[in-house]
């Protein structure tokens, strides 16, 4: 399956891009199959026998089915069946496992188990049709009677019954004891505040509707295309779940429109296009809607609470930082929220709690920098109002507390250049020629304000296997079961595989998105690059060595007893480092081995002895000027500064475009983004993008984004951390604080529409 010859589904760099190394900007190998919509989506594969699915969600909040008129939807020409509750196939597994990889603690949602409603707009039943226009019309007939009961969709209104998580999720750290007495420090300092801070839900909207198409094969074999953020766990629920062995399912995604955390768990349009596909022995696509976007995970409602506490000369005596949020009833969804506070500055007396509340709703999800998104907003605004009490200068009271190691743990970070952040950006957006008290500073008839902060995320790494083969032709094919979700993996992975043979970049392809290739975890968490990219380096490695040892044996070619410290690999040759003339081509060398390929395998397990000695993080600094129009409480972001120190950059304008990303939906975040629940129905109203409002082009500046050289060999042996969720960390923060130099108006909540900020 890994052939040489790419398939015209396969992206490749446009001939003529020549050699390339690490670091440099080339352009997306997959550009021009997208904008010529030669990529296809999941929503988008063709079979013969496809039959089409329409889901039908609960209108009520809690309660139970009592009837399920089908007789009206049946009547439809086209219509195939109705699945629900009460007529879907009994597979024994599936009222056992539903627990896929990145599930949290408790019982997952399973679709159609029973009659029983836990959330509003609960998928209840699918309407299978020939054709979408059947189903969708038959959908709207099938006439649902409801048992009602009471329902708890406020968070807030529920503060009081907040308790501990009970349920944590591997991977999850809880926060971590308090250090010293903070509440006795925050009485004692001369200089304190005392904030809360409140978050409405967001919800993702990827440009990519979230599809299954699963194509029933004559073996009944699945083949299955969704939306994913990974193929792996996609197989592994779906075969789990319907009893099937793992190569009777295939799952792929090799391109994917946006996801940003919803599709790190399979949807159930997944489940219900399998079930279906079963059931009728055909093929079935599902795709959901903008307004059923909106009914299977959101970035949590969350209360905070921070309390801080400084001396006249700015060292932090206290920090205190709670944080409330919700969940479902039957998973409690944990993020890491509060943990960010006792870690990124110095201080001795830190006090965290993270709470949640079970409500009637759908269990959260992971979006973009979940936890630190919220929780880093929050200190960072907090820290600009203690600046203010103190007199001082926001970026000075930073610098003034900076620390080297992470006092919680007690250990050094592996690498950390957030100071160099601070100044670089500083420079460049001209802080020091910011006056200090707001309102001083005005353009017509708007005030414009300076704001900063800070963003920090974790450096993770997980384990991965990668295959690389090298054709007789000289062109390299490299795979993994990775996702690019749109951030950048197949050019990043392509560049790092060319880079380390010396080969033009249109000769090598990169192979994801297909359960059937080596093992991969989920694209997530920014841990894409320092996982796969390592193993593709190591794969890279282990070709480099057989070459090497090919080269040995030519007599006469001058590499006899060359050791592999002594040859380099460029211009699709092995040659040695001091004397460059001395070179063998590989497609010279393969052939004179009469092998058509090298072929490797290589397994990439994080050296956990090693890393666990370090405290490994990505750090940001943001600044950013407003333009506000107090007569009509509008906020125009004019201009963004992100200086981030993520490790070594491998493919710099993907790269480039991931803080970019994030730092718009920062943006948004701080003044567009919210979900509203009308609580008297526990439904999410404005569930589509005319009333949920994400910026628009007109509302994003130029953006300036600085890298400051980072090399982390302890993350990862390619010395990459990762840049897909730090762009949006500190951004909401930056804006909140430039609104507050502008105006003299504290703003708390998300987001700071005109009627908060007049
Ligand atoms: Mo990211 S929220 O890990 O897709």
Not at 257 to 286: C, D, E, I, W
Request: hydrophobic content about 40%.
């Amino acid at each position: 399956m890994i052939s040489s010859h790419p398939s015209s589904q396969q992206p490749v760099a446009e001939p003529g891009t020549g050699e390339v190394r690490i670091g440099m900007p080339v352009a997306r190998v997959d550009g021009r199959l997208k904008v010529t919509g030669q990529a296809l989506y999941s929503a988008e594969y063709a079979a013969p026998d496809l039959a089409y699915g329409v889901v039908v969600n609960s209108t009520i909040a809690r309660g139970r089915i009592v009837r399920l008129d089908t007789a009206a939807a049946r009547a439809v020409p086209g219509v195939l069946d109705v699945l629900s509750h009460e007529n879907r196939p009994k597979v024994r597994s599936m009222d056992l496992f539903y627990k896929d990889m990145t599930a949290p603690g408790g019982s997952p949602f399973k679709p159609f188990l029973d009659a029983e409603v836990h959330y509003s707009a609960q998928p209840v039943a699918l309407v299978v049709a020939e054709t979408f226009e059947a189903a969708r019309a038959a959908a709207r007939l099938v006439a649902i009677e409801y048992e009602e009961q009471p329902h708890e969709t406020n968070p807030v209104a529920n503060l009081s019954r907040a308790h501990e998580p009970s349920r944590l999720k591997a991977g999850y750290s809880p926060p971590p004891k308090p250090r010293g007495d903070a509440d006795a420090a925050w009485d004692a300092a001369p200089v304190k505040i005392d904030a809360t801070f409140y978050s409405g839900v967001e919800h993702h909207n990827p440009m990519e509707m979230h599809a299954s198409t699963v194509i029933y094969g004559e073996d009944g074999h699945l083949t299955i295309y969704d939306k994913s953020q990974g193929s792996q766990n996609c197989r592994w629920l779906v075969s789990r779940v319907f009893g099937l062995s793992k190569d009777q399912v295939t799952v792929r995604n090799p391109f994917v429109g946006g996801a940003f955390g919803s599709g790190l768990r399979p949807q159930y349009n997944l489940l219900l296009a399998t079930m279906a596909a079963l059931h009728l022995k055909r093929s079935v696509r599902v795709v959901l809607t903008r307004q059923q976007q909106f009914t299977f995970g959101h970035r949590p409602e969350t209360w905070q609470r921070v309390k801080l506490a400084a001396d006249a000369d700015g060292t932090l005596r206290a920090v205190v930082h709670e944080a409330i949020a919700e969940t479902s009833r039957f998973e409690d969804y944990v993020e890491v929220v509060v943990n960010w506070s006792g870690q990124l500055y110095q201080c001795d007396n830190v006090r965290l709690k993270y709470q949640l509340v079970p409500l009637d709703q759908y269990t959260p999800i992971d979006m973009r920098a979940p936890g630190a998104a919220h929780g880093v907003y929050a200190l960072e605004i907090a820290m600009d109002e203690l600046a203010y009490a103190l007199h001082m200068d926001p970026l000075a009271l930073r610098l003034k507390n900076y620390t080297e190691h992470d006092a919680s743990k007690d250990l050094p970070y592996s690498t950390k250049e957030l100071r160099a952040c601070y100044e670089k950006a500083a420079e460049r957006f001209g802080w020091s020629q910011r006056p200090p008290a707001p309102r001083s500073m005005r353009r017509g008839r708007e005030l414009v304000g300076w704001g900063m902060a800070t963003g920090i995320w974790d450096a993770m790494q997980m384990f991965a296997r990668a295959r690389a083969v090298l054709h007789a032709d000289g062109r390299l094919v490299v795979g993994s079961a990775a996702t690019d979700i749109g951030t950048g993996t197949y050019t990043a992975m392509s560049l790092l595989a060319a880079d380390a043979l010396g080969l033009p970049l249109e000769q090598v392809s990169f192979m994801l998105g297909d359960s059937d290739l080596p093992v991969a975890p989920i694209e997530g968490g920014s841990s894409h690059m320092a996982t796969i990219g390592s193993a593709v380096a190591g794969a890279c490695e282990k070709i480099q060595r057989e070459l090497w040892q090919l080269a040995r044996k030519v007599q006469g070619a001058g590499f006899e007893g060359a050791r592999f410290s002594e040859v380099e690999f460029a211009g699709g040759a092995i040659r040695l480092r001091m004397r460059p003339e001395v070179a063998l081509p590989y497609t010279q060398l393969l052939a004179r081995a009469g092998r058509s390929e090298i072929d490797v395998k290589y397994l990439l397990l994080p050296n956990v002895l090693k890393q666990k000695k370090y405290i490994r993080a990505v750090h940001s600094a943001v600044f950013c000027e407003v333009c506000v129009d107090e007569e009509l409480g509008t906020v125009r972001v004019t201009r963004v500064v992100s200086a981030v120190a993520t490790g070594r950059i491998i493919s710099a304008r993907t790269a480039r475009s991931q803080i970019t990303g994030g730092v718009v939906w920062g943006i948004s975040q701080a003044l567009h983004e919210e979900t509203h629940t009308d609580h008297a129905l526990g439904r999410f109203m404005n569930h589509n993008l005319a009333e949920y409002h994400v910026a628009a082009n007109a509302d994003i500046p130029d953006i300036d984004v600085i890298f400051v050289h980072e090399d982390d060999r302890i993350v990862s042996r390619i010395g990459a951390k990762g840049v897909g969720e730090i762009g949006i960390v500190g951004t909401a923060a930056a804006v909140a604080n430039a609104i507050f130099h502008a105006t003299g108006k504290r703003l708390r909540s998300t987001p700071m529409t005109p009627d908060k900020v007049m």
